[in-house]
């Protein structure tokens, strides 16, 4: 079974407009974090958010917030006005045990229009 | 922030030839390293953890003999895929830990291999 769950190919949003992101995980640990990255086309990864399972408040850094369901054990990535800057392939991940990699979703294509 | 640095950015190679690729962190000590591999559109898949002063640790279908990795110091991690051929044409990012710190990864930016 996957771990990560990103079910959008891609969407399509125009600049301004919020985007919601969607990531489904799974896992039996009661310790764990979840992070969004984004891939420009230049193929590095920039580090967006991250969320502790144990953190009770959504995490949020400036544009991005985490919407984290517990319960649901889903971590959807919220843009706000969006830029075009902010086409690019964004990956959920999380890791289960400290130190150990990540494992990532499938990936989805943003692409923001003028 | 902490900048992992990669090289080198792309490589083409012949077909049998071997390529190291490096990935060092410039400001902080990585314990721990992890490499990646990436098909276009494609996630990142886990290839190895490569730890400082031990032996690596593979993923199921990873050829330990193709893919040597070595990570002698907590600054630096070397990928050598031996006997390269087109089929392990790919997109190859490594990450990196600190041994002190938060759980946030950081990534160098990647190495685009193209083996004719």
């Known amino acids: 079974a996957q771990k990560i769950t990103q079910t959008q190919p891609g969407m399509f949003v125009q600049e301004k407009e919020a985007v919601t992101l969607d990531c489904t995980y799974d896992?039996?640990?009661?310790?764990?974090?979840l992070f969004w990255y984004k891939q420009p086309s230049s193929g590095e990864m920039i580090f967006l958010i991250y969320?502790?399972?144990?953190?009770?408040q959504n995490a949020t850094e400036g544009r991005y917030s985490l919407n984290f369901q517990k319960a649901r054990k889903s971590a959807n990535l919220v843009i706000s006005a969006s830029q075009l800057g902010d086409s690019a392939m964004y990956f959920c991940?999380?890791?289960?045990?400290?130190?150990?990699?990540?494992?990532f979703g499938k990936g989805t294509t943003l692409s923001v229009s003028s | 922030g902490a900048v992992v640095s990669q090289h080198p950015s792309w490589v083409i190679c012949k077909s049998g030839t071997s390529v190291k690729i490096e990935c060092r962190s410039l400001?902080?000590?990585?314990?721990?390293m992890f490499w990646y591999r990436q098909f276009p559109k494609q996630s990142l898949m886990l290839m190895a953890t490569s730890n400082e002063g031990s032996k690596a640790t593979y993923e199921q279908g990873v050829e330990k003999d193709k893919f040597l990795i070595n990570h002698a110091s907590l600054t630096l991690s070397t990928l050598t895929v031996t006997s390269a051929h087109p089929e392990d044409s790919s997109f190859y990012i490594c990450s990196a830990r600190r041994t002190r710190g938060n759980e946030k990864l950081f990534f160098g930016s990647g190495t685009q291999l193209s083996v004719l």
């Open positions: 991940a999380m890791r289960e045990a400290a130190g150990t990699a990540l494992i």
């Open positions: 969320q502790g399972s144990y953190d009770e």
């Open positions: 896992t039996s640990d009661q310790s764990y974090g």
């Open positions: 400001d902080f000590q990585a314990t721990t």
